[in-house]
């Protein structure tokens, strides 16, 4: 059964055209695939049909979310005229990995702050930091996780007293620019929904800085999707935590996008039930999840973020709505490794 979309006022119109209008970087493989789990589907004895958003395809830096929202933050740090461009996360970052990768291809200088202790020569390291390096990332490690923006404020004035030009990316590339990658991503969705005759009933996917979330929340409503629930799965923080960053960041795309104030707004579904220890840390829940789906449809899920969402969708599905369900895949499997790069010179 295919729903018939919304009515699109002038105003989401408008909208949509200031967002094609944006300055934008083709740095992806997209559209990504969309495909259908039937084996999963029949393990689980569910009734509607389950697709999977391949998201983990899109590309450079072995691929991730990321991907969409740097197109939007590279460029506008090329239209700034940028030598440098700086970002923060942890040790196995995607985010701070496809930034490296991009930064790379772009000829910019890549900094990164991450927080924890720098790997030992010699030893095995995080997939994710090996590949900073290789990439010729520059590396700076501040101890906690709370230090890491007051590091990278002062990394980019040091950077401006020098003479360079740093453009700085917030974690995770959440900000309301990097956002409108997500934005636009709902309407490949709805372009590849249309070619195959449905349209989803839900879409689940993991959720954290909120920047993928807010995203989709507002390509929704400019779709004229409002009806589709979407649930975001929290990897590490609480529901209100994650639900007032998804705000935060919509007040951002209405101005962004000229709407009115509230154009936007939403009362965002996270699910916080599944973080199990925390951030970074697998649970059983999500190792029960990522075994089921490399089991059924040979396809493999990350410990941090896509596990525990499809162990939210597996346990949420009999309250989702009517209708075939999306699990949108946002990469990370990098985390599942480890190497000693020294061991190739990188």
Same mark, same amino acid.
Request: net charge neutral; glycine share 12%.
């Given at each position: 059964?295919?729903?018939?979309?919304?009515?699109?006022?002038?105003?989401?119109?408008?909208?949509?055209?200031?967002?094609?209008?944006? /300055?934008?970087?083709?740095?992806?493989?997209?559209?990504?695939?969309?495909?259908?789990?039937?084996?999963?589907?029949?393990?689980?004895?569910?009734?509607?049909?389950?697709?999977?958003?391949?998201?983990?395809?899109?590309?450079?830096?072995?691929?991730?979310?990321?991907?969409?929202?740097?197109?939007?933050?590279?460029?506008?740090?090329?239209?700034?005229?940028?030598?440098?461009?700086?970002?923060?996360?942890?040790?196995?970052?995607?985010?701070?990995?496809?930034?490296?990768?991009?930064?790379?291809?772009?000829?910019?200088?890549?900094?990164?702050?991450?927080?924890?202790?720098?790997?030992?020569?010699?030893?095995?390291?995080?997939?994710?930091?090996?590949?900073?390096?290789?990439?010729?990332?520059?590396?700076?490690?501040?101890?906690?996780?709370?230090?890491?923006?007051?590091?990278?404020?002062?990394?980019?004035?040091?950077?401006?007293?020098?003479?360079?030009?740093?453009?700085?990316?917030?974690?995770?590339?959440?900000?309301?620019?990097?956002?409108?990658?997500?934005?636009? /991503?709902?309407?490949?969705?709805?372009?590849?929904? /249309?070619?195959?005759?449905?349209?989803?009933?839900?879409?689940?996917?993991?959720?954290?800085?909120?920047?993928?979330?807010?995203?989709?929340?507002?390509?929704?409503?400019?779709?004229?999707?409002?009806?589709?629930?979407?649930?975001?799965?929290?990897?590490?923080?609480?529901?209100?935590?994650?639900?007032?960053?998804?705000?935060?960041?919509?007040?951002?795309?209405?101005?962004?996008?000229?709407?009115?104030?509230?154009?936007?707004?939403?009362?965002?579904?996270?699910?916080?039930?599944?973080?199990?220890?925390?951030?970074?840390? /697998?649970?059983?829940?999500?190792?029960?999840?990522?075994?089921?789906?490399?089991?059924?449809?040979?396809?493999?899920?990350?410990?941090?973020?896509?596990?525990?969402?499809?162990?939210?969708?597996?346990?949420?599905?009999?309250?989702?709505?009517?209708?075939?369900?999306?699990?949108?895949?946002?990469?990370?499997?990098?985390?599942?490794?480890?190497?000693?790069?020294?061991?190739?010179?990188?």
């Amino acid at each position: 059964m295919i729903a018939c979309p919304l009515p699109v006022t002038n105003e989401l119109r408008d909208a949509r055209s200031r967002l094609a209008a944006l /300055a934008r970087l083709s740095l992806g493989h997209f559209p990504t695939p969309l495909v259908p789990m039937p084996r999963l589907q029949a393990e689980l004895n569910e009734s509607r049909p389950l697709w999977i958003k391949h998201d983990d395809y899109s590309g450079p830096g072995f691929g991730g979310n990321k991907v969409r929202k740097l197109e939007f933050e590279l460029a506008a740090a090329q239209a700034s005229g940028a030598t440098d461009v700086l970002t923060t996360g942890g040790l196995r970052s995607n985010h701070c990995r496809i930034t490296a990768a991009l930064a790379a291809s772009l000829r910019f200088r890549c900094h990164l702050v991450l927080n924890g202790e720098p790997p030992r020569s010699g030893e095995p390291e995080p997939a994710s930091h090996g590949l900073y390096r290789a990439y010729g990332a520059q590396i700076h490690y501040v101890a906690r996780g709370q230090d890491r923006a007051p590091a990278l404020e002062a990394l980019a004035n040091e950077l401006s007293r020098s003479g360079r030009r740093p453009h700085a990316i917030p974690l995770g590339a959440s900000t309301p620019l990097g956002a409108c990658g997500f934005t636009r /991503a709902v309407f490949e969705l709805q372009e590849q929904c /249309a070619t195959l005759g449905f349209t989803p009933g839900a879409i689940v996917h993991s959720t954290s800085s909120a920047g993928t979330q807010a995203g989709l929340a507002a390509g929704l409503r400019l779709a004229g999707w409002d009806r589709i629930r979407q649930i975001g799965v929290s990897a590490d923080d609480g529901a209100a935590t994650i639900g007032n960053e998804v705000r935060r960041i919509l007040a951002g795309l209405e101005s962004l996008l000229g709407m009115r104030p509230g154009a936007l707004d939403s009362q965002p579904h996270v699910e916080d039930a599944f973080t199990g220890s925390g951030y970074g840390v /697998a649970s059983t829940e999500g190792n029960a999840a990522m075994s089921l789906l490399a089991r059924c449809e040979g396809v493999v899920l990350d410990p941090v973020y896509t596990a525990k969402a499809m162990a939210g969708l597996i346990a949420l599905r009999s309250g989702l709505p009517e209708g075939p369900v999306v699990f949108w895949h946002t990469g990370g499997q990098l985390a599942l490794f480890e190497a000693q790069f020294d061991r190739f010179g990188l």
